[in-house]
C-alpha cells in the first residue's frame, strides 16, 4: 500500500489549491479514505473523511464550506480542493487510508505529506 501526495505549494490568502493523493497496492472500495494535517508546533487536525459504504463525506468545521474531497475510482486518486485558504491553513497535509470502511481514524496507512503554505 502506498499514498503519494502532491499538489501543495504557496498560495495567498483567499486563494485555491488542488491536493491528489495518488494510491497503489489496494483500492479504495472497502477503505475509508481521509485527509489530515499538522501545522508547525501542533497536533495532527483530521480535515476530512469519505466513508466507503455510501461515499458519505464528512468536513472539520474548520474548514467545512472551503475544502472540497473528490475521489477518481478510475485513477485509484483522491483530492482535496482547497478553497478561500487562510494563513491558518498552513500546515503539511497528509493523505490516509483505513483498513475499514466506515471511518477515518488515523490507524491505517499514511503518506509522506505535502506542504501548504498561506500567505497573508
Known amino acids: 500500500v502506498q499514498l503519494v501526495e502532491s499538489g501543495g505549494g504557496l498560495v495567498q490568502a483567499g486563494g485555491s489549491l488542488r491536493l491528489s493523493c495518488a494510491a497503489s497496492?489496494?483500492?479504495?472500495?472497502?477503505?475509508?479514505i481521509g485527509w489530515f494535517r499538522q501545522a508547525p508546533g501542533k497536533e495532527r487536525e483530521w480535515v476530512s473523511c469519505?466513508?466507503?459504504?455510501?461515499?458519505?463525506?464528512y468536513y472539520a468545521d474548520s474548514v467545512q464550506g472551503r475544502f472540497t474531497m473528490s475521489t477518481d475510482n478510475a485513477k485509484n486518486t483522491v483530492y482535496l480542493q482547497l478553497n478561500s485558504v487562510k494563513p491558518e491553513d498552513t500546515a503539511v497535509y497528509y493523505c490516509?487510508?483505513?483498513?475499514?470502511?466506515?471511518?477515518?481514524?488515523?490507524?491505517?496507512?499514511w503518506g509522506k505529506g505535502t506542504q501548504v503554505s498561506v500567505s497573508s
Open positions: 497496492g489496494f483500492t479504495f472500495h472497502g477503505h475509508a
Open positions: 469519505i466513508e466507503s459504504s455510501a461515499g458519505a463525506k
Open positions: 490516509t487510508a483505513e483498513d475499514v470502511s466506515t471511518w477515518c481514524y488515523g490507524l491505517g496507512h
